[in-house]
């Protein structure tokens, strides 16, 4: 009886201490800074893709965009991702990389879409960059590295130029670190399998280019900055045998020839399709 009575103060002794511990909290002042730093990341978010659509031809071609796009769509629809969300820009540049922005732009090189040999491998990128996204990676990265002060003063007019340029250098030519990259690949995985894409290609991919010449790293950006790619390659492979999924087709037959066609022709992917 005894040792009951001793449960139930302990019981109440907790209850009370964390309600105290609560009522600490300056929850005002946290919901104030949730809200800045939500309108930094959207005005962050525009600033920078403005900034990459100046310097580069965005793609318009809607072959290209309209393929990207379904493979996008079909990741979202399938892990119960918004993907009104998302904003997928393809730019026309031979660098073989592709990386997020602070408020879900997406950005991709059709250097990267030249270097995939399938349709998975590149939906296999696409999911990867998805995931930083949705695990918040990006601004966590940005805040860790460049401070959200300096972040916030730059959306209120009063940051750099050049500042601007080290934080899109920041998000397009270096990695995240090695736990943010593993939740991003096991992410991607579970984001393909679930939409019946085979995940497998995007280990291939992985390891494929994770081998190729150091004289090629001018264009491999993607991959040298993400940081053991042929182990990574190895695991993404063998996590991908333990999912149950039905693979089916990414892209309509002969699309995604034809898109590669195009690409390596060297044909201007800036033009609209007719």
């Given at each position: 009886m005894g040792r009951i009575w001793l449960q139930a103060l302990l019981l109440v002794a907790l209850f009370f201490g964390m309600y105290h511990t609560l009522r600490q909290v300056d929850w005002v002042n946290l919901l104030e800074i949730r809200e800045t730093a939500d309108k930094t990341e959207k005005k962050l978010g525009d600033m920078l893709w403005s900034m990459f659509r100046k310097s580069d031809r965005e793609v318009k071609d809607k072959l290209v965009t309209h393929s990207l796009d379904s493979i996008l769509v079909k990741l979202c629809d399938y892990n119960d991702i918004p993907e009104e969300n998302i904003r997928l820009h393809v730019l026309e540049k031979d660098e073989v990389n592709a990386f997020a922005l602070p408020d879900g732009h997406l950005v991709i090189y059709t250097g990267l879409i030249a270097a995939c040999e399938s349709p998975e491998e590149l939906a296999g990128v696409m999911a990867h960059e998805l995931a930083h996204i949705e695990l918040d990676h990006v601004m966590k990265k940005l805040v860790k590295e460049i401070g959200l002060s300096v972040l916030v003063s730059m959306t209120t007019g009063s940051g750099g130029g050049e500042i601007a340029?080290?934080?899109?250098?920041?998000?397009?030519?270096?990695?995240?670190?090695?736990?943010?990259?593993?939740?991003?690949?096991?992410?991607?995985?579970?984001?393909?399998?679930?939409?019946?894409?085979?995940?497998?290609?995007?280990?291939?991919?992985?390891?494929?280019?994770?081998?190729?010449?150091?004289?090629?790293?001018?264009?491999?950006?993607?991959?040298?900055?993400?940081?053991?790619?042929?182990?990574?390659?190895?695991?993404?492979?063998?996590?991908?045998?333990?999912?149950?999924?039905?693979?089916?087709?990414?892209?309509?037959?002969?699309?995604?020839?034809?898109?590669r066609e195009q690409l390596t022709a060297g044909i201007p992917a800036s033009r609209s399709s007719q």
């Open positions: 340029k080290e934080v899109a250098r920041t998000l397009s030519s270096s990695a995240f670190d090695r736990q943010q990259e593993k939740e991003a690949d096991i992410a991607a995985v579970d984001y393909m399998a679930a939409a019946d894409i085979d995940p497998e290609p995007f280990g291939e991919f992985l390891y494929r280019l994770g081998g190729k010449s150091s004289r090629m790293g001018e264009y491999l950006s993607w991959i040298s900055t993400h940081p053991d790619s042929r182990e990574r390659g190895e695991y993404v492979i063998s996590y991908a045998e333990e999912k149950t999924y039905e693979a089916g087709p990414v892209l309509g037959i002969g699309t995604w020839s034809r898109i």
